[in-house]
């Protein structure tokens, strides 16, 4: 059989061979994660920089709320002291003109009117002050001090009124102190014989 005639071996023989696709190379994949890694270095470096820019106005915004309240804590009571100084102008007078007057009523007087001048000075802040006597005794705004027998009152009246309870707005600013009344102890009752002065 000559070649001519030979059998077809099952692929055309116009056929060229594909080449296998070509694999990445060592070096080709250490420069793809090289610049991958230097990506995300440099996003890296975005977020910290925003984050210290971040980080450098929160201090310094905590820096200004620090002096803000120094500020606030020095002057808060600058409107109240403002107010108090006619009362203490007023003391003052009265305790001068007092050295040269016989006359215990204009004194009085004068002090009464600086009372009343203090209070008016208080309220506008919304401070108050509440009646204690013959009240029944609230723990919420009473400071017992004492108590005392009675037979005119119930017990736990307050029957005395040692210092003036205020109220700022709806809040206690300051208890009074009160005597309360309790009932009279019947040992304190009992009569004992007369001693008549004989002796056995």
């Known amino acids: 059989m000559s070649e001519e005639e ?5 692929q055309p023989a116009s056929e060229e061979t594909q080449p296998a696709p070509e694999m990445d190379t060592p070096e080709a994949e250490i420069a793809q994660l090289r610049q991958q890694l230097e990506s995300k270095e440099q996003e890296i470096k975005v977020q910290q920089d925003k984050y210290l ?6 201090e ?13 804590s020095k002057y ?10 006619p ?3 007023n003391l003052e007078r009265a305790i001068f003109h007092t050295k040269d007057t016989k006359e215990p009523g204009k004194i009085l007087e004068g002090l009464e009117l600086i009372l009343k001048q203090c209070l008016e000075v208080i309220g506008k802040l919304g401070v108050t002050g509440f009646e204690s006597h ?7 705004k009473h400071q017992a001090i004492g108590q ?30 009160v005597i309360v009344s309790k009932k009279k102890n019947k040992e304190d009752m009992t009569t004992f014989p007369q001693d ?3 002796e056995q």
Do not use: C, W
Request: glycine share 6%.
């Open 76 to 85: 808060a009571n600058e409107r109240l002291l403002k107010e108090l100084l």
């Open 196 to 198: 008549t002065g004989d």
């Open 148 to 177: 005392m027998e009675s037979e005119e009152h119930e017990e736990g009246t307050v029957i005395e009124e040692i210092q003036r309870g205020y109220r700022i707005s709806d809040r206690i600013l300051r208890p009074a102190l």
């Open 134 to 140: 013959l009240q029944p005794f609230d723990p919420s």
């Open 87 to 89: 009362v203490v102008d």
């Open 60 to 72: 310094n915004y905590k820096k200004r709320a620090v002096r803000d309240q120094e500020e606030f």
């Open 53 to 58: 820019r971040i980080y450098a106005e929160f």
């Open 6 to 10: 030979q059998e077809p071996t099952g």
